[in-house]
């Protein structure tokens, strides 16, 4: 069993170590102040310094002598806190024991109210230890157990935290909107509470997982609310807390004047040593960030200054760890001295994390140990050091294992991996990244449960663990005399493709409740090919999987620049109306992608009488219209079917049925709240109407009331929305208008999961007035994510909003294409989109339709049969 990476990226990320849990010496404190024990009041204050290891000793002769005066009580508080000393030190076997001491002592006690008062307790701090051994939802019931004792004597700020901690167990569980209405429920009691430092504590936890989940506006909100409260107290320890809290969440903001000014606030109030050097060393990292070298040298002085005051403790340790890290991670900051040397050399920066090593073996905490020997075969890497490097990270590694800690594992295993690499020792290092990524999918839910709240960036720590693999795996061996590669590594690639696909839409969603499960291409369709893409550091690699037939690898020697910079070019040219007018100047970039992609097998897909191409991409492809690439003569969607797949494992294989379409068309035809009109929306309404089966929710009808009453007491095979809508790269900006209000990603998918009658899922999602949002190269992650998250086989949506007459048309004629039993949904979409662009050529209707502007911005996405 390991700690969750939600503690040790918390740690990594300077969050407090004592004052932030929500499980704590203090509950106790609360719990029983009457009680004056000096041992425990001395196990205490070194439980508070971090010193854990030194407060073993002094509860244990506690322990003793209560047990000698048959005061079970008090020897359940001691061994609750035993329990939580071990749990800080990651000895999970040691606290587990302590707690089944404290349940076994509890059937003792008479006094109810003194049961109730303890047990809770107890569980808080069992709950925690579930949930930092990977066991969320036995977390989560012991915390409901927690619960109804707080309730019982009505301790509903002991109530409060509870809650709380089960939303860190929700999260971890991917149940996000039940987090949400958690924190609803923690909200509305934290009102009626009277203002104490227990609430400011408890409104704080709560601002930093509002924080967590995304919710940056209402996390500002508490956290203020929090801070008032302490200042009015003036509680000077808990508002330099606060103050760092607000620093934080200002960071996700990018708002780094904000954060930094509350950084400096918290490190000028604050009492407390431990909570000045926490706020210095998060300034410290904004400064590295905003490569403000000068103010970071002035930072690193005052650190280091601090540092040697400290005594000994898991404080001191982690904070001499980030302050390597943020040295590591940029050394340019330097000082010259009289010599004109830099003062904070490697050999300065292994200083402090040798320190760190031997303060960490001092207190016997295996976990620092590892953690500091981790960072420290870090700097060896950067220096190329290659030999000293290896063999810390082999030493760092064997430590993380001897005590489970599969969260730091992965990233040994990667740091392992790079090292490998670099020594060209190939197949050692593709089993280091292979071991990597394994681990990461056993830390899918606490991963992504940890991700915004302590600025979990997906590009830097997960991404390039699968991209650099995938390298691996696709370069040629030495030996080889030919750029063949294996059909082995072949077929790991492509998983790994897949592993990242589904990783970045977790990433997305911040849970991990996508249900993936692998799909042969053989099962789904004989007359389709798959193209898996991903940008390497000096290619682009395709991996094609046509059925029956051994999988195809090509690639194309560009960097990443140059593909983002064609992609770019291509929309440009493609959305801004000056520079549609010259169609020769699109052509070019879309010839190029075309090339990239198509023409190195085309003839293979002749061959292979391929009818429908499936793209699995990645990076700043996912951004264009592929039916609109073109080879010089034609576009790709006059030549075959085009779909878009997040993945072949979240692909639900079925065909649609062909019987009547049961569709709820929904939209809006005027302008509202400052969204443009689109007056043709009723017509394409209309046409769906004639074509189907369809109950129509139009203007004031379409609100988010009804629109949910309507999808959830109903059962429709396609529903239709026509109205403004934006996809980004962030989940809570991915919105669909609705007349009164809006819909997000997740509100959409409870509506269809919660439906009475809707037993099976919807065939098809049709979004036909939405855009991708300007300026976010991966809002199309936002499109792909609202097709796997509402739970439709299929999505219909337009990358960019075009002329709502040209809608309407291409809405009709893809009904039309649909009710033909003999062609897939990605043939109808295709026929539909052709039929515009020729009537268009043919002056059957506005010519200007002809440009794949106006007809290729539709996009398919999911199951394409």
């Not at 410290?284 to 005052?302: C, P």
């Not at 991409?617 to 003569?633: C, F, K, Q, V």
């Not at 609705?738 to 099976?760: A, C, F, H, Y």
């Amino acid at each position: 069993m390991g700690i969750s990476i939600k503690q040790v990226q918390a740690i990594e990320f300077h969050n407090n170590l004592v004052k932030k849990n929500e499980i704590s010496w203090d509950v106790l404190t609360q719990v029983s102040t009457f009680l004056e024990s000096t041992l425990e009041e001395k196990a205490q204050h070194f439980f508070q310094k971090g010193n854990f290891s030194a407060s073993i000793p002094l509860l244990e002769a506690a322990i003793k002598s209560y047990a000698n005066k048959d005061d079970d009580y008090s020897q359940i508080r001691a061994l609750r806190n035993l329990s939580l000393v071990y749990l800080k030190l990651g000895k999970w076997e040691n606290s587990e024991a302590e707690i089944n001491r404290c349940l076994n002592l509890i059937t003792k006690i008479s006094n109810h109210h003194k049961i109730a008062q303890i047990t809770a307790s107890v569980l808080d701090v069992k709950g925690q230890l579930l949930l930092s051994t990977g066991q969320s939802e036995a977390a989560l019931n012991i915390w409901k157990k927690a619960s109804e004792n707080y309730q019982k004597i009505k301790d509903y700020l002991g109530l409060t935290r509870s809650y709380i901690n089960q939303v860190q167990a929700l999260q971890a569980l991917g149940l996000y909107s039940q987090a949400r209405k958690q924190l609803e429920t923690v909200s509305q009691n934290l009102q009626y509470q009277p203002d104490t430092i227990i609430k400011a504590k408890a409104l704080q936890s709560l601002g930093d997982v509002l924080r967590g989940i995304g919710k940056i506006k209402q996390s500002i909100e508490v956290l203020e609310l929090s801070l008032t409260i302490a200042e009015n107290l003036k509680a000077s320890e808990e508002i330099g807390i606060i103050l760092i809290s607000l620093g934080n969440t200002y960071t996700l903001l990018e708002n780094y004047e904000a954060a930094n000014s509350f950084y400096q606030q918290a490190i000028d109030k604050s009492p407390v040593a431990e909570i000045k050097i926490q706020a210095m060393l998060n300034l410290l990292n904004l400064f590295v960030e905003k490569d403000k070298y000068v103010s970071a040298i002035k930072s690193v002085k005052n650190i280091d200054s601090l540092l040697n005051q400290l005594p000994i403790s898991q404080t001191s340790i982690y904070a001499r760890i980030n302050l390597a890290q943020s040295l590591i991670k940029s050394q340019k900051i330097v000082l010259a001295n009289s010599n004109n040397e830099p003062l904070y050399s490697t050999a300065k920066i292994a200083d402090y994390l040798v320190k760190a090593v031997q303060q960490a073996r001092n207190l016997g905490d295996t976990r620092a140990e590892s953690y500091a020997l981790g960072n420290l075969g870090k700097l060896y890497e950067y220096n190329q050091q290659w030999q000293e490097a290896k063999q810390l990270t082999e030493k760092a590694l064997n430590l993380a294992q001897s005590i489970n800690a599969v969260d730091i594992i992965y990233k040994l295993k990667w740091q392992l991996g790079r090292i490998l690499t670099a020594n060209k020792n190939k197949e050692e290092a593709i089993l280091a990244y292979s071991q990597a990524i394994e681990n990461i999918q056993d830390l899918r839910g606490d991963i992504i449960a940890a991700s915004s709240e302590l600025k979990f960036d997906f590009l830097d720590t997960l991404e390039p663990i699968y991209r650099e693999l995938v390298e691996l795996l696709l370069e040629p061996s030495e030996s080889d005399q030919q750029t063949i590669i294996s059909q082995k590594n072949l077929i790991k690639a492509r998983k790994v493709i897949e592993g990242l696909q589904l990783a970045e839409l977790d990433n997305f969603f911040r849970n991990s409740c996508l249900d993936a499960q692998p799909v042969e291409i053989d099962n789904l369709d004989k007359n389709a090919a798959i193209f898996y893409t991903i940008v390497l550091s000096d290619r682009l690699a395709v991996i094609l999987a046509i059925p029956g037939q051994p999988l195809v690898h090509y690639a194309t020697k560009i960097s990443k620049e140059e593909v983002d910079l064609t992609v770019e070019t291509l929309l440009n040219f493609l959305t801004i109306p000056k520079e549609r007018i010259f169609p020769k100047k699109y052509w070019q970039p879309a010839e190029k992608i075309y090339n990239w992609l198509i023409n190195p097998i085309e003839k293979k897909l002749e061959v292979n009488e391929i009818k429908t191409l499936v793209f699995i991409l990645e990076g700043s492809l996912r951004n264009i219209p592929l039916a609109s690439l073109y080879d010089g003569e034609k576009y790709l969607g006059q030549k075959y079917n085009v779909a878009i797949a997040p993945g072949l494992e979240l692909i639900d294989p079925k065909p649609l049925t062909r019987q009547k379409l049961e569709v709820l068309a929904m939209g809006i035809t005027e302008s509202i709240r400052g969204w443009p009109a689109l007056p043709n929306v009723r017509k394409e309404l209309e046409d769906i109407q004639n074509q189907t089966s369809s109950e129509i929710l139009l203007n004031e009808s379409f609100t988010k009331e009804e629109t949910n009453n309507e999808v959830v007491n109903n059962a429709y095979q396609v529903i239709h929305i026509a109205t403004h809508g934006e996809f980004s790269s962030n989940a809570e900006d991915t919105f669909i208008l609705t007349w009164d209000d809006e819909i997000d990603v997740e509100e959409l998918r409870n509506m269809i999961k919660s439906g009475t009658q809707q037993t099976r899922p919807i065939e098809l999602l049709v979004l036909s007035a939405c855009r991708t949002a300007t300026g976010d190269n991966r809002a199309t992650l936002g499109l792909a994510g609202i097709s796997v998250r509402a739970g439709a086989r299929s999505t219909i949506a337009s990358l960019w909003y075009v002329s709502d007459e040209a809608t309407a048309m291409l809405m009709k004629n893809f009904y039309q294409q649909l009710a033909n039993p003999e062609i897939t949904k990605a043939e109808a979409l295709r026929r539909a989109q052709q039929q515009i662009f020729q009537d268009a050529q043919a002056g059957v209707i506005n010519p200007e339709y002809k440009h794949p502007y106006f007809w290729s911005t539709f996009i398919l996405v999911g199951n394409w049969l």
